[in-house]
């Protein structure tokens, strides 16, 4: 009888044995993520965790030493260049491996590998391949390894971070590989060029060659100028306004056949992408001369926006060796300083917003995809067979064919709506070899403008504007890439694709790329508006904000005697200059007599409003509601039609229209009988918006940042992965502090050229990946009260200074 309680016994331990290490759905295996040993327990880390270390690797070739200042910042000191690397690529991987590992995943389409059979994810991870991610990376990691500088820096990189993967015990696991029970793989130097390739998607700008090839279907191309302006009224261009700039040196020539078979083509493709990039992915920077300035020294600026994501895109550091002294954002997963000064320049960038990406439609033969029609022959596909390794299911094979435009994105196979036999190919810059880690390589390392310029002529993709200062009193701004050369109207719709027409016929020069030195003005913005006014000669599509641009140079303008505060102040500025100009408008078409009592209301609201976006304006929010309904009012019965995804004219379009004539056509609505006027619509879309604020006011959201709800996430957004918090900010997209629901600005910094380098900075995160730790979101509430850090260069001969508190020292093995 004794047997039977034994038995029991041992069944129910098996049982408990195989279900506590089965990964159930989105759960992982509780016997693991519970150990006190192994499990998420390791990862609180102690208010007093000790970062001293002693190392020692092989792969090293001399000595290196880190100093943590009191944020967890390092400053690297390395005896060479290689072991600098080496130990950058080493503490990335340990403050941020999971990122990593989840960014380069991403960028190569391997997300069901992680997260398994969720059709969402499949779609992404499909779309990804077929954009050709991994063939751009392939291509530029040639580019990479040809050049001795640059493959140094990826191998001592990659070296060090495997070094770091190599240490890891399973206890020491970041907790999102225990949540969602799997390990890291080794690095590779393909995997730096995949990082900066899904950079290059990210600021991508926003592509709508396909929605507006289904607009055409509806609305006339001659429309096209009306609904998306290629120069707006109100810009203030990068390169100063009135500049003359020389003759093209390339002239594209349009097609004989483009009247007809592009521009007057209706045909819809009924196609979306999956992958969409945010519109406001964009930045501020500037550069201010010493004329302008207190301390006669420049002072330059930059806020890149990008995601606000736990852990935070950028790393900040300090790297040190005989070659160079820099200090600086960093992105882990890729060597050297991305955004940041030295001991005589700095710089920043900010997204051109300049479209370098196309699409092509295409006849192939037949369904092998095989071959395709080009120039009255059959010409050969290179056939690519994908495989998916979909986690917890059978894997998924994809025939992806590539051809001389570039890989088919959408077929019959992917992408079911659309009609038999089209096929639709995608060429985009960044997929051509290129080296954008030699930009920055050399930018950490440049002395002055010859530097600089010789470091960024060889960035491609994706266009940046580089601005830059230094200590000898230059300011300059270049937009920088590899931009196709364009005849007008080229590439904002699908282009056929069956002979070589309507291809790139080449990229503009270089030399020709807008740019300003050194300005009468006494100083250069750039915030994601056109470079260049009209009297540029080529045709450079693109989407460009405005309001920013407008904003900054209207108050610079107005400054003298310029100190740092005065930019800390700037770069926080929350006034809507657009609705400077939009609420006189709106005031003077609304017919208050028709408006309830609870409309009347929020109507005393935006007039007494002091037109700042802060966190606690009300006035913010009626007006966005209100021109947000208006905008669905004006543009909503013409577009309505349009299908799957409309690109509704921007902020600025409508209030551009609506201030040159109060008629303007497409205030009226086609839908009904009688012919609405600017009354009409600013009254009806104020009673609608009325609505909306009443049930907002109900729920304790009429504050903007209630209504907004701003948050910072992290990158996983899992409902398996908590750790995000709420951030009371104000701002909005076209307003200098750019902050949005989820988007704003991810790094700030301030550099005053004096002989000594004054710089500060601040990002909304910590230095920590781990949520366990306390230096995983320290920075958000500097972040978000406007405060900056001290930026401190230290130098070799100060390792006793009282900010240093912890030193990690590397030697050779």
Request: glycine residues 6%.
């Amino acid at each position: 009888m004794r047997l039977i309680p034994f038995a029991i016994s041992a069944i129910i331990t098996i049982v408990l044995v195989f279900l506590l290490n089965k990964k159930w759905g989105s759960i992982p295996p509780l016997g693991k993520f519970l150990s006190p040993q192994y499990g998420f327990w390791q990862n609180a880390e102690s208010a007093n965790a000790d970062f001293n270390a002693d190392l020692k690797f092989p792969n090293l070739k001399g000595k290196a030493n880190v100093y943590f200042d009191e944020r967890l910042v390092p400053h690297v000191f390395a005896d060479n260049d290689a072991d600098l690397y080496f130990v950058q690529g080493y503490l990335h991987a340990k403050f941020r491996l999971f990122q990593m590992d989840l960014q380069t995943m991403y960028a190569a389409g391997r997300l069901t590998e992680i997260l398994g059979n969720n059709p969402g994810i499949i779609k992404v991870d499909r779309e990804t391949r077929r954009s050709g991610m991994v063939y751009a990376a392939q291509n530029a990691l040639k580019e990479f390894e040809s050049d001795p500088a640059s493959k140094l820096v990826c191998d001592a990189y990659t070296a060090g971070v495997n070094a770091y993967i190599e240490s890891l015990t399973e206890s020491q696991l970041p907790i999102e590989y225990k949540l969602l029970d799997f390990k890291p793989e080794k690095w590779s130097n393909l995997k730096i060029a995949l990082f900066l390739k899904q950079m290059s998607r990210t600021l991508a700008g926003e592509v709508d060659d396909i929605e507006l090839t289904n607009e055409k279907a509806f609305i006339p191309f001659s429309e096209f100028k009306i609904l998306y302006p290629q120069v707006p009224d109100s810009l203030i261009p990068i390169v100063p306004a009135g500049t003359r700039f020389d003759a093209p040196g390339i002239i594209p020539v349009k097609p004989a056949t483009a009247d007809s078979l592009y521009f007057g083509e209706k045909d819809s493709t009924r196609v979306a992408e999956v992958i969409k990039q945010d519109p406001d992915n964009g930045s501020n920077n500037w550069a201010v001369a010493g004329i302008k300035t207190k301390s006669g020294a420049p002072i330059l600026c930059n806020d890149p926006h990008l995601d606000l994501t736990f852990p935070s895109i950028w790393y900040e550091m300090q790297l040190n060796s005989p070659n160079v002294n820099v200090y600086g954002a960093t992105f882990p997963g890729s060597p050297n300083v991305i955004v940041g000064f030295n001991d005589q320049i700095a710089w920043g960038v900010t997204n051109s917003q300049r479209d370098v990406k196309d699409f092509y439609e295409i006849k192939f033969k037949d369904d092998s995809k095989k071959q395709y029609w080009f120039n009255n022959q059959w010409l050969n596909t290179q056939i690519h067979i994908d495989t998916l390794k979909v986690r917890g299911s059978h894997n998924i094979y994809d025939t992806v064919a590539y051809t001389m435009f570039g890989p088919v994105m959408f077929d019959k196979s992917f992408a079911d709506t659309l009609a038999p036999g089209k096929a639709i190919a995608c060429r985009w810059a960044a997929h051509d070899p290129s080296n954008e880690g030699m930009t920055f390589y050399k930018l950490n390392r440049a002395k002055n403008y010859d530097d600089y310029l010789d470091a960024i002529k060889t960035f491609t993709c994706p266009g940046q504007n580089f601005v830059f200062a230094s200590k000898t009193g230059d300011i300059a701004l270049w937009q920088q890439a590899k931009f196709p050369a364009r005849w007008y109207g080229q590439g904002l719709m699908i282009m056929p694709g069956e002979d070589s027409s309507y291809m790139w016929q080449g990229f503009i020069p270089q030399n020709e790329n807008p740019h300003a030195v050194n300005p009468a003005q006494g100083f250069l913005v750039s915030a994601n508006q056109r470079p260049a006014d009209s009297a540029y000669p080529y045709f450079i599509p693109g989407n460009y904000i405005n309001g920013r641009a407008i904003s900054i140079n209207h108050q610079l303008q107005n400054m003298q005697q310029i100190t740092v505060d005065d930019m800390k102040r700037l770069q926080n500025d929350y006034f809507n200059v657009t609705a400077e100009d939009a609420r006189p408008l709106l005031l003077k078409y609304i017919r208050e007599n028709d408006l309830n009592a609870d409309a009347k209301r929020y109507l005393d609201i935006i007039k007494s409003w002091d037109l700042r976006a802060s966190p606690g304006s009300k006035g913010q929010t009626v007006y966005q509601l209100w021109w947000d309904s208006l905008a669905v009012g004006v543009w909503g019965d013409e577009l309505k039609k349009v299908q799957p995804v409309v690109v509704t004219p921007n902020q600025q379009t409508l209030l551009e229209a609506l201030l040159r004539d109060s008629a303007f056509k497409y205030v009226d609505n086609v839908n009904t009988p009688q012919k609405e006027t600017l009354y009409d619509d600013v009254t009806i879309a104020f009673q609608k918006a009325s609505v909306e604020l009443a049930k907002e006011e109900k729920a304790g959201k009429l504050e903007w940042t209630k209504h907004k709800s701003p948050r910072i996430y992290h990158l996983l957004r899992q409902s398996l992965i908590p750790f995000s918090e709420s951030i009371p900010v104000g701002g909005n997209g076209d307003i200098i502090n750019a902050t949005t629901t989820t988007h704003g600005p991810s790094w700030r910094m301030i550099v005053q050229l004096t002989d000594s380098t004054e710089a500060y900075g601040v990002y909304p995160g910590g230095q920590s990946g781990n949520p366990g730790s306390k230096f995983y979101d320290d920075f958000v509430e500097s972040w978000v009260k406007g405060q900056y850090f001290s930026l401190w260069m230290m130098k070799r001969t100060e390792t006793s200074n009282k900010r240093v508190n912890w030193t990690m020292n590397f030697d050779k093995k």
